[in-house]
């Protein structure tokens, strides 16, 4: 008994993540670990005290980052509610204290003097750009796998899996 039940709250957790994933319009798929190795790197030369993972998931490249930089200020926006949680959770566990995840839409929240990481999607990365266009944020944004439309990119870099999946560096 104690089993079934335990399935129906995975079906309902799966079936929470499926519906907002198509709302928001991508899965909280976590960013691959050779291609947080390249965030790492390149960030490391960065003078903002702070990063902010815009659709931070379930969290992982967030506390990634948070571990690594213990000095700065990593911040998670995430609006599903599941990997939300989770992400919390995982921060608490691991006792990670200089991570903070909100659940609420990076699209309303001020991103200036901030480093950006994402792991979007075509529109998503739309949103965005329309955005920096809007408010002139001057950073660096580190976009794994996806680009900017009409914003040039500053360098390429290709993680080191089979699929050298493309980080693109943009400067605003
Ligand atoms: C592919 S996951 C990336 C997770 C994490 N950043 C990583 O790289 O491991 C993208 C996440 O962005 C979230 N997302 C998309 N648009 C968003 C928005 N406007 N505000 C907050 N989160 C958003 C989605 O819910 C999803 O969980």
Same mark, same amino acid.
């Given at each position: 008994?104690?089993?079934?039940?335990?399935? *129906?709250?995975?079906?309902?957790?799966?079936?929470?993540?499926?519906?907002?994933?198509?709302?928001? #319009?991508?899965?909280?798929?976590?960013?691959?670990?050779?291609?947080?190795?390249?965030?790492?790197?390149?960030?490391?030369?960065?003078?903002? =005290?702070?990063?902010?993972?815009?659709?931070?998931?379930? #969290?992982?490249?967030?506390?990634?980052?948070?571990?690594?930089?213990?000095? %700065?200020?990593?911040? #998670?926006?995430?609006?599903?509610?599941?990997?939300? +949680?989770?992400?919390?959770?995982?921060?608490?566990?691991?006792?990670?204290?200089?991570?903070?995840?909100?659940? %609420?839409?990076?699209?309303?929240?001020?991103?200036?003097?901030?480093?950006?990481?994402?792991?979007? +999607?075509?529109? #998503?990365?739309? %949103?965005?750009?329309?955005?920096?266009?809007?408010?002139?944020? =001057?950073?660096?944004?580190?976009?794994?796998?996806?680009?900017?439309?009409?914003?040039?990119?500053?360098?390429? *870099?290709?993680?080191?899996?089979?699929?050298?999946?493309?980080?693109?560096?943009?400067?605003?």
């Amino acid at each position: 008994m104690f089993e079934y039940i335990l399935l *129906l709250i995975l079906l309902i957790f799966i079936l929470f993540i499926v519906i907002s994933s198509l709302k928001v #319009g991508i899965s909280p798929m976590p960013t691959s670990k050779p291609s947080q190795k390249i965030i790492l790197e390149y960030l490391q030369n960065s003078s903002n =005290n702070t990063i902010i993972d815009l659709g931070s998931g379930f #969290g992982t490249l967030a506390i990634h980052l948070a571990v690594n930089f213990p000095n %700065k200020k990593i911040i #998670g926006y995430e609006v599903s509610i599941i990997p939300f +949680y989770i992400s919390v959770i995982l921060k608490y566990i691991l006792r990670v204290k200089n991570v903070h995840f909100y659940k %609420k839409d990076f699209l309303k929240q001020n991103l200036k003097d901030c480093d950006l990481v994402c792991y979007l +999607y075509p529109n #998503g990365m739309k %949103k965005l750009e329309n955005k920096l266009f809007k408010e002139t944020i =001057n950073t660096t944004i580190v976009s794994n796998t996806f680009s900017f439309r009409n914003i040039k990119e500053k360098e390429v *870099l290709n993680d080191t899996s089979i699929l050298k999946n493309p980080i693109f560096i943009y400067k605003t």
